[in-house]
């Protein structure tokens, strides 16, 4: 599949190259910090709007302040398939910035409306970059998929299994409010300076 991520920080640096070495085709878009990340990942890099224009899926990375310039410089979104790896924290990681009304996702979809918005937060970019993704028990963490498209849903839910990572139907769009405010939890157990990865994982026992 083609991919193009706009942002080549720690996370889409990351996701660039798990999914680089699962076989798909990636396309970095945005900043000088692409060049490098395609160098490492054997990648194309490209302007945000060719990025956009090569994906069959384009993954915003960037931090949520950045979405707006981010999706206005990837040009036309119609019927793109767009994978929102957002939470809207503020800019010091203190707090969410919004949460259970809306999601970043549902911002995402609201400044896109044309796009095929997916919401789907990764783990941890340094946990990407680890040689696995497995933790306590051997589980891999999982990945809450949220959507109104269900073929988008298909291909996003295809993709996270790719990073090696559990991925959960969680339901619609909207379900994404609740999702993103447990991966702030995440990050304030990361800060709290205990050498660990960390990651969540629904554990199922169908009853009969």
């Known amino acids: 599949m083609r991919v193009g991520i706009i942002g080549a920080g720690s996370l889409g640096s990351a996701l660039g190259e798990r999914l680089g070495a699962a ?3 990636v396309m970095f878009g945005g900043a000088a910090t692409a060049l490098e990340a395609a160098r490492r990942t054997d990648a194309r890099v490209g302007a945000n709007r060719e990025a956009a ?5 384009l993954a915003p990375a960037v931090p949520y302040a950045a979405v707006d310039g981010a999706l206005e410089e990837a040009g036309a979104l119609e019927d793109k398939v767009l994978w929102s790896c957002v939470n809207a924290l503020k800019r010091d ?3 969410l910035a919004i949460g259970f009304h809306t999601s970043a996702a549902e911002e995402v979809a609201r400044r896109a409306p044309r796009a095929r918005v997916i919401a789907a937060i990764p783990p941890f970019a340094n946990a990407l970059a680890s040689s696995d993704l497995c933790y306590d028990a051997q ?3 999982s990945v809450f998929v949220c959507g109104d498209d269900a073929a988008a849903k ?3 839910t295809g993709l996270v299994q790719d990073l090696g ?3 959960v139907d969680a339901g619609p769009l909207a379900s994404a409010r609740l999702v993103e405010p447990a991966m702030m939890l995440l990050v304030r ?3 709290a300076d205990l050498p660990r990865d960390l990651g969540l994982r629904l554990l199922e026992r169908w009853r009969v």
């Open 154 to 156: 298909l291909l996003v």
């Open 53 to 57: 224009s090569f994906a069959e899926v």
């Open 23 to 25: 076989g798909h085709e």
């Open 165 to 167: 990572a559990h991925a």
């Open 93 to 95: 990681l203190s707090d």
């Open 139 to 141: 589980l891999a963490p």
């Open 189 to 191: 157990l990361a800060y």
